[in-house]
């Protein structure tokens, strides 16, 4: 029993150590070639795709007409570079520049600005879109619609006049597209819509503009006598004035429409100036109103809450020959010494007239010298209509 135990005993301490043996050669590691590092290959970036969507139909054949109005006009319009003089506190001459923009009026050479772009002007330079140069002179030019005609002599160089469109049949919120030269800077396009309409713009002399269009495309200084286009690249309108704090663009500017444009450049070209129509009467330049004719009650005055109060009419002017009456007392008030007990204007051809700049504008825009108008006056406290042959402003 004793041997068959030790001979079990040694069989498995046998198989034991012949397990040993292979465990250890099963982990021994075989001889390996060393070889040089490898970095893994990086991933690529890719973009996440946009999330701005592409424009609709609508929009893109919007930008393109933009782009069209551009490309057949823009070769039309034109930089003002003026050179003007001067004086200083001694009294010695000082040259002086500015600059503003034009367009092509027609093939002979017309260019149309606005009048305080050239005004003063000593010399003129018109420089189109690819760099040709020409010296301007003015031809005609008037201050109270702020428009001049400058001509050069172009010889064989193309011009591609821009047609007038008819600024009666503009519409507010209709697109516009300014081209201009602002702070110097050629060929600038802006777009914008039509804000307003009707305006009522004062003018270099202090006069009135009538019918003035109100956009909010970009207008800066040196846009001044370029053109306001329509979607089919017609002239609706001559840039000329913003309202800003900054004489920058504030996204309030006038254009002068382009029917004003119709009837005033063809007089510029053939005569040098236009005639204005004429009445020969002075007027209170505020608007009558109710508080201004309590204020006038209080002082011993009675005058209407409406219309223009005439202060006097010239002798031997139209005014006077239709039979108009000015003032026939003075009254010191807080406006000064105001004549009062005149006729008061409340209508030009049955259309009412509520402010000294409306009457103004009226008779600018609707009327020219040796035509009769109906004015309607208050007299007495009432109403009468008094034909009036109009003259030429002197």
């Not at 070769?75 to 034009?102: H, L, M």
């Not at 009026?105 to 189109?128: L, P």
């Not at 913003?242 to 444009?261: E, R």
């Not at 006077?320 to 005149?342: D, E, K």
Request: aromatic share 8%.
């Amino acid at each position: 029993m004793k041997r068959k135990l030790y001979v079990l005993l040694s069989v498995l301490l046998l198989l034991a150590n012949s397990l040993g043996c292979l465990a250890l050669q099963t982990f021994t590691p075989p001889a390996e070639t060393p070889t040089a590092y490898v970095p893994p290959t990086p991933t690529p970036w890719v973009a996440a795709p946009p999330r701005v969507q592409p424009p609709d139909d609508a929009i893109t054949q919007l930008e393109t007409q933009v782009e069209a109005v551009y490309t057949a006009v823009g070769d039309a319009v034109v930089n003002v570079s003026v050179t003007s003089i001067g004086y200083d506190y001694f009294f010695n001459a000082v040259p002086s520049e500015g600059s503003g923009s034009g367009f092509v009026y027609d093939t002979q050479g017309r260019i149309v600005t606005n009048f305080h772009v050239i005004e003063n002007a000593q010399e003129i330079q018109v420089t189109f879109a690819d760099g040709a140069t020409f010296t301007g002179i003015v031809i005609g030019s008037d201050s109270t619609y702020d428009l001049a005609v400058i001509e050069i002599d172009a010889g064989d160089y193309p011009l591609h006049p821009i047609p007038l469109g008819d600024s009666g049949a503009i519409r507010v919120g209709q697109f516009v597209v300014a081209i201009g030269n602002p702070f110097g800077l050629d060929q600038t396009v802006t777009f914008g819509v039509i804000s307003s309409l009707g305006r009522v713009i004062e003018s270099p002399d202090g006069r009135y503009i009538g019918e003035a269009i109100q956009t909010d495309a970009a207008i800066n200084p040196g846009n001044s006598g370029g053109p306001l286009l329509d979607l089919q690249g017609r002239v609706i309108g001559v840039n000329a004035q913003i309202v800003s704090p900054s004489q920058a663009n504030a996204g309030i500017g006038f254009a002068i429409p382009a029917n004003t444009v119709r009837h005033v450049v063809p007089e510029l070209i053939s005569e040098g100036r236009y005639r204005h129509p004429w009445m020969g009467v002075r007027f209170f330049p505020a608007s009558l109103s109710q508080q201004l004719a309590t204020s006038f009650a209080e002082l011993g005055a009675e005058i209407p809450d409406h219309g223009v109060l005439v202060l006097s009419v010239e002798p031997g002017t139209p005014a006077a020959r239709a039979g108009l009456r000015g003032g026939t007392r003075s009254v010191n008030t807080p406006y000064g010494t105001i004549m009062v007990g005149g006729d008061v204007i409340v209508a030009f051809d049955g259309m009412a007239i509520s402010s000294p700049n409306r009457l103004i504008a009226y008779l600018e825009t609707n009327t020219r010298p040796g035509e009769t108008i109906q004015v309607t006056v208050l007299r007495d406290n009432e109403e009468i209509t008094l034909p009036v042959t109009l003259g030429e402003r002197p």
